[in-house]
C-alpha cells in the first residue's frame, strides 16, 4: 500500500527566507515521488521528481527536494521564498506498474509574508 | 503544444442528475486519469485510462464512469449525482501511461450539486 503524509497544513514564512515543506511516503515498493503546486482556480504543475536517479533533484522556480530512503521523506526546499511562491503543494507517489495512479498527500497552503 | 483542457471549466447540477464532464490530453498522449479534489479528502484518484482500456481504478462507486476515444479525449460521467459528489474535478494526461512519467493536468471542471 502507498500514503503520502504532508507535515503542516499551512506553512507561513517571509519573503526571503528558507521554504520547507515536508513528505513522508509510505510504499512497500521503491517509489516514484512527485511534487506539485497548485495555485487558486487552477489545475495541478509538476514541480520536480524522483524516478530513482540521483536522490537530490531540482525542478522549477529554484525548487529541489532530496529523496531519502532511511527516512522515507522527500521534503521540498527553496533557499529564499518570493511572493509569487505562495500556493497549496502536493506531494505524490507513484509505482512501476501502478499505471499513473497516484497517491497525493493532503497538501500545504505556503502563505509568504512581505 | 497546447495543455490539457476541460470543459466545462464550471456545471451546476441538482441532486439525481447526472452529468458528463470531457477531458482533451496533450496532443500525442494517450494515457487519461481522473481525481477528484474536495477540501475533506483532497486528491482521490478516480480511473485511467489508456488506448481506450481502463487499466486502473479508485475506490469510487460505480456511479462514477468514464470511457475514452480513439482520439484520446475521455470522458467521465457521474450518474445519480449527491451532495458530496460536489469537487473540483481534474484530468491529467501522460504519454506512455508508466508510473515514472509525470502527468500533466487541466485546469478543473468544478461541479457544484445543489
Known amino acids: 500500500a502507498q500514503s503520502v503524509t504532508q507535515l503542516g497544513s499551512h506553512v507561513s514564512v517571509s519573503e526571503g527566507a528558507l521554504v520547507l515543506l515536508r513528505c513522508n511516503y509510505s510504499s512497500s515498493v521503491p517509489p516514484y515521488l512527485f511534487w506539485y503546486v497548485q495555485y487558486p482556480n487552477q489545475g495541478l504543475q509538476l514541480l520536480l521528481k524522483y524516478t530513482s536517479a540521483a536522490t537530490l533533484v531540482k525542478g522549477i522556480n529554484g525548487f529541489e527536494a532530496e529523496f531519502k530512503k532511511s527516512e522515507t521523506s522527500f521534503h521540498l526546499t527553496k533557499p529564499s521564498a518570493h511572493m509569487s511562491d505562495a500556493a497549496e503543494y502536493f506531494c505524490a507517489v507513484s509505482q512501476l506498474y501502478n499505471f499513473n495512479k497516484f497517491y497525493f498527500g493532503s497538501g500545504t497552503k505556503l502563505n509568504v509574508k512581505p | 503544444k497546447a495543455g490539457v483542457t476541460q470543459t466545462p471549466r464550471y456545471l451546476i447540477k441538482t441532486r439525481g442528475q447526472q452529468v458528463t464532464l470531457s477531458c482533451s490530453p496533450i496532443s500525442g498522449h494517450r494515457s487519461v486519469s481522473w481525481y477528484q479534489q474536495t477540501p475533506g479528502q483532497g486528491l482521490q484518484f478516480l480511473f485511467e485510462y489508456f488506448s481506450e482500456t481502463q487499466r486502473n481504478k479508485g475506490n469510487f462507486p460505480g456511479r462514477f464512469s468514464g470511457r475514452q476515444f480513439s482520439n484520446s479525449r475521455s470522458e467521465m460521467n457521474v450518474s445519480t449525482l449527491e451532495l458530496g459528489d460536489s469537487a473540483l474535478y481534474l484530468c491529467?494526461?501522460?504519454?506512455?501511461?508508466?508510473?515514472?512519467?509525470?502527468?500533466?493536468f487541466g485546469p478543473g471542471t468544478r461541479l457544484t450539486v445543489t
Open positions: 491529467a494526461s501522460s504519454s506512455t501511461g508508466q508510473a515514472h512519467y509525470e502527468q500533466y
